[in-house]
């Protein structure tokens, strides 16, 4: 089955960097975009970034790009968000997410990881 385990979060103080990494299992990991989402308690989840299947083309929040890079090595099945000037707005728990379709370009996504906690403090 799919399996999707996020690592990496923690605590960091203001202008600091965390890279989250998602270990995905059960699918041709390869062939499938790869998400990162966010929420904060008593908000709706929020799209971060995403990598097209073959990591050739990324897409971002406006408010993270420039800092966040979102990275994939399909060999060890594993995708990346490397965080950099984080801020305490940046505070939630971070998901990564796999795509809905092989090979497909839709923003669609269907099954999700435990999440992980980034905590930014001011």
């Known amino acids: 089955q799919v399996q999707l385990v996020e690592s990496g979060g923690g605590s960091v103080q203001a202008g600091g960097s965390l890279r989250l990494s998602c270990a995905a299992s059960?699918?041709?990991?390869?062939?499938?975009?790869m998400g990162w989402f966010r929420q904060v308690l008593g908000k709706e989840r929020e799209f971060v970034g995403s990598?097209?299947?073959?990591?050739?083309?990324?897409l971002y929040l406006d408010s993270v790009k420039g800092r966040f890079t979102i990275s994939r090595d399909n060999a060890k099945r594993t995708v990346y968000l490397q965080m950099n000037s984080l801020k305490p707005e940046d505070t939630a728990v971070y998901y990564c997410?796999?795509?809905?379709?092989?090979?497909?370009?839709?923003?669609?996504?269907?099954?999700w990881g435990q999440g992980t906690q980034v905590t930014v403090s001011s």
């Open positions: 997410a796999k795509g809905r379709n092989y090979q497909g370009r839709e923003m669609n996504y269907d099954y």
């Open positions: 059960g699918f041709t990991f390869s062939g499938y975009r």
């Open positions: 990598s097209s299947w073959s990591g050739g083309a990324t």
